[in-house]
């Protein structure tokens, strides 16, 4: 492997430590997003069903994280797939068109959310 070649490896392996800490970081926000979900369910029938707008907010907070985590352990799977036995990204460069066929398809559907998720890793990558 050439000099330029390791260093775009260490730059993709950079990628994948940092996107795995970040789903780690967005599970552990997930499970307190889904007791405070649970809590505003508990409030919300113990108050006669009254409190719509903080049940509402409380679920759209664990959806919104959740699809966010969602396409991040995607990728994460991606490039886990693409990763040999020692650790290296063989044709790293079908994980980059891989994310941007997904991104594409993304914007045709107007989920822009998705886009700028993938969009935001996709500018990490060499």
């Known amino acids: 492997m050439t000099e330029a070649e390791l260093k775009v490896q260490e730059q993709i392996v950079s990628v994948f430590e940092e996107l795995y800490a970040e789903i780690k970081k967005l599970s552990l926000e997930l499970g307190k997003l889904g007791y405070k979900q649970r809590s505003a369910l508990v409030?919300?029938?113990?108050?006669?069903?009254?409190?719509?707008?903080?049940?509402?907010?409380?679920?759209?907070?664990?959806?919104e994280m959740s699809e966010v985590r969602n396409v991040q352990q995607w990728m994460?799977?991606?490039?886990?797939?693409?990763?040999?036995?020692?650790?290296?990204f063989e044709n790293y460069d079908e994980i980059r068109e891989e994310i941007e066929a997904v991104k594409s398809a993304a914007i045709k559907k107007e989920d822009y959310k998705i886009a700028?998720?993938?969009?935001?890793?996709?500018?990490?990558?060499?």
């Open 43 to 63: 409030a919300h029938v113990d108050s006669s069903y009254t409190m719509h707008k903080e049940l509402n907010d409380a679920r759209t907070k664990w959806e």
């Open 76 to 88: 994460f799977g991606l490039m886990r797939k693409y990763r040999d036995l020692w650790g290296y």
């Open 116 to 126: 700028g998720i993938l969009t935001h890793w996709l500018d990490k990558l060499p």
